[in-house]
T-cell receptor, first 111, second 110 residues
Framework: SQTIHQWPATLVQPVGSPLSLECTVE??????LYWYRQAAGRGLQLLFY??????ISSEVPQNLSASRPQDRQFILSSKKLLLSDSGFYLC??????????FGSGTRLTVV | SQQGEEDPQALSIQEGENATMNCSYK?????LQWYRQNSGRGLVHLIL?????REKHSGRLRVTLDTSKKSSSLLITASRAADTASYFC??????????FGPGTRLSVLP
């Protein structure tokens, strides 16, 4: 069966520190992968999506970057975190037009 | 601009009552989906309705779609405390990415 793993679940990082969040998918090949950010009590903002290895599209310019080094691996990174990067980050695997399967999310607090 | 907009933003009801949430969108779509999010967790896909469908049922969930009004509603019948969550609609036009609304926070009081 298809599953998606996202870690860590929570993360507290100081301002200026680097970030690496990882997402992996099992049970499928060549998935469309997505990173979303959700501010407290708000909807989802699409940050990046990828349709294949090394292919990254950015929806919103910001302090973050994404990479897809392997078919089923999607990484969200930052070289220097800002306070405004705090939020709930969700990785998702897109099943064509039939919807998303979401990871369990990472709560990032930048202090 | 935001494609999906749910209303109300927050809804509190008693256990056993029905809960209705609405979603409006602005452009053409191929399908619309509803997701549920428990606090601090990922979103879970509930139900998908295609643009040529008007109503779908899944257990206690009933979704309607009115493409002429560009709106959808999610009805949860006989609500339970465990239904407490945020509910999001998401629309898609094939070839583009899904767009999520800001969500409705549902509280079901025992």
């Amino acid at each position: 069966s298809q599953t998606i793993h996202q870690w860590p679940a929570t993360l507290v990082q100081p301002v200026g520190s680097p970030l690496s969040l990882e997402c992996t998918v099992e049970g499928t090949s060549n998935p469309n992968l997505y990173w979303y950010r959700q501010a407290a009590g708000r909807g989802l903002q699409l940050l990046f999506y990828s349709v294949g290895i090394g292919q990254i599209s950015s929806e919103v310019p910001q302090n973050l970057s994404a990479s897809r080094p392997q078919d089923r691996q999607f990484i969200l990174s930052s070289k220097k975190l800002l306070l405004s990067d705090s939020g709930f980050y969700l990785c998702a695997w897109g099943r064509g037009g039939n919807g998303y399967t979401f990871g369990s999310g990472t709560r990032l607090t930048v202090v | 601009s935001q494609q999906g907009e749910e209303d109300p933003q927050a809804l509190s009801i008693q256990e056993g009552e029905n809960a209705t949430m609405n979603c409006s969108y602005k452009t053409s779509i191929n399908n619309l989906q509803w997701y549920r999010q428990n606090s601090g967790r990922g979103l879970v896909h509930l139900i998908l309705i295609r643009s040529n469908e008007r109503e779908k049922h899944s257990g206690r969930l009933r979704v309607t779609l009115d493409t002429s009004k560009k709106s959808s509603s999610l009805l949860i019948t006989a609500s339970r405390a465990a239904d407490t969550a945020s509910y999001f609609c998401a629309t898609i036009l094939y070839g583009q990415n899904f767009v999520f609304g800001p969500g409705t926070r549902l509280s079901v009081l025992p």
